[in-house]
């Protein structure tokens, strides 16, 4: 921190560590590697650039960015963390249709233990559903389902008609 000890971008640049070092309250001695990875993805001028013009109150949050962009980027040179937002986005629309999937599921149980109640009241079996056109299409599913008892063709059935698109355009599975 600019006294005996050099910070981690003054070493691995291999120069003196002045007192007011831009890089020394951000990448302390000991942790090199986080340096490094900043240093190999955006280079040592673009980080002193972008440090120098926030504010001091930002800059910790701002270098905490630089070393997740640089690991991600490393990790996946094209995409970087757009990549695994987008990993994420999907595992949870996969997740929101095994969600719906299991709900319409215990529906078709519900009904064929008590169809006179869950038909009288749909909303109640779906945990207080908002759309009518969602306890319709559930009731369609457990007619199917009843009459099939194979919850492999209800999962297709209910899978298909639950297909929503992307904000891209495409269809979201």
Not at 9 to 17: D, G
């Amino acid at each position: 921190m600019g006294g005996n000890s050099p910070c981690a971008s003054c070493k691995l640049l291999r120069r003196r560590c002045a007192k007011d070092c831009i890089f020394a309250p951000y990448f302390p001695s000991d942790d090199p590697h986080k340096f490094a990875i900043v240093h190999k993805v955006f280079g040592a001028s673009n980080v002193s650039k972008t440090l120098q013009e926030l504010p001091l109150q930002q800059r910790a949050d701002a270098v905490s960015s630089l070393v997740y962009e640089a690991n991600a980027r490393i990790r996946d040179p094209v995409y970087g963390c757009v990549g695994a937002i987008s990993y994420l986005q999907n595992q949870v629309s996969q997740l929101q249709m095994q969600l719906a999937v299991a709900q319409a599921e215990i529906v078709c149980i519900q009904m064929q233990q008590d169809p006179i109640m869950v038909a009288a009241n749909p909303q109640m079996a779906l945990g207080q559903a908002d759309d009518n056109d969602q306890a319709f299409l559930l009731q369609n599913q457990c007619f199917n389902f009843a009459n099939n008892n194979s919850s492999s063709s209800t999962y297709v059935n209910i899978h298909e008609s639950l297909k929503r698109e992307s904000i891209f355009g495409d269809i979201v599975s």
